[in-house]
């Protein structure tokens, strides 16, 4: 998403001849979209940064000990660091300030530690605030508590789009001078060989057939989708839906999908 852009001011300005550190956290958890997003976006950075810069910047992943390897994300070799608080929002907010409180810090995956006198924090939507119903009410309450804190004391909060930086105005989570729109972007995928396996298993091979890529949160819109694929002038089409859920789960959450989904 950063290929062919140039490095923010504002964040030139923040990093100096400072040390850059990456908040790791997302490590420890099963790899979604957020967390692709934190693999991929420091990549793009430090091939700009020099460049753009005029020098390289010193960038480090700090992560908890728990941390799992990520094949997926190569470029990066985390550090595995431990205080007394080893683990989740604990770690964040304690050991990992102690440790980069003299760099800026760069947490992509929505929360930050909620004291650092140079956080940079990418917040991706505001869905708590508007889908509330689609989380536990305590990830819901929590993240509702947080993100306020975190988005007003971040020197910079990156989001995805336009409506995202409207919806975290709108909810009081950050001010909107301090708000860079970073959009998603899909260039990772050529950084994969194509595996043509998963079309012969799913029997798609030589077919036509629309793909979405989806989960069961009433946010993601999936509802819709079912209800257009369930007219008879697309009987004869053919939906592939891919995410993290399968068909048990979308059962599971009172989805009926029709018979060509």
């Known amino acids: 998403p950063l290929n062919n852009s140039t490095v923010d001011p504002d964040l030139a300005t923040i990093a100096n001849d400072r040390r850059v550190t990456i908040n790791g ?4 958890a099963p790899l979604n979209g957020v ?32 941390a799992a390897d990520a094949p997926q994300f190569v470029e990066f070799s985390a550090h595995s660091v431990r205080g007394l608080l080893t683990s989740g929002q604990y770690w964040e907010n304690v ?45 819901a309450k ?20 336009n409506f995202a930086k ?36 799913n029997k798609l091979t030589g077919s036509r057939y629309y793909f979405a890529v989806g989960s069961t949160k009433r946010y993601k819109n999936i509802a819709r989708l079912f209800e257009v694929f369930r007219q008879p002038e697309l009987a004869n089409r053919r ?15 009172g989805y009926t999908a029709p018979p060509n989904v």
């Open 35 to 66: 967390h692709r997003v934190a693999g991929i976006l420091p990549r793009s950075l430090l091939s700009n940064s020099a460049d753009q810069l005029g020098t390289s910047i010193e960038t480090r992943v700090l992560a908890p000990p728990q």
């Open 95 to 139: 050991t990992l300030p102690l440790h980069s409180w003299n760099d800026v810090l760069i947490s992509f995956c929505n929360l930050a530690p909620v004291i650092h006198p140079n956080s940079v924090v990418m917040i991706h939507d505001a869905q708590t605030f508007l889908k509330p119903d689609d989380y536990s009410d305590r990830q």
């Open 25 to 28: 956290k997302y490590l420890t």
């Open 166 to 201: 409207q919806s975290l105005i709108k909810y009081g989570i950050a001010p909107a001078e301090r708000i860079r729109i970073v959009p998603n972007g899909g260039d990772h995928i050529l950084w994969q060989q194509a595996d043509d396996k998963v079309l012969k298993t």
């Open 142 to 161: 929590a993240y509702r508590t947080l993100l306020p804190i975190v988005g007003k004391s971040a020197r910079l909060v990156l989001t995805i789009s």
């Open 239 to 253: 939906l592939v839906l891919a995410g993290g859920a399968d068909a048990e789960a979308y059962e599971s959450a």
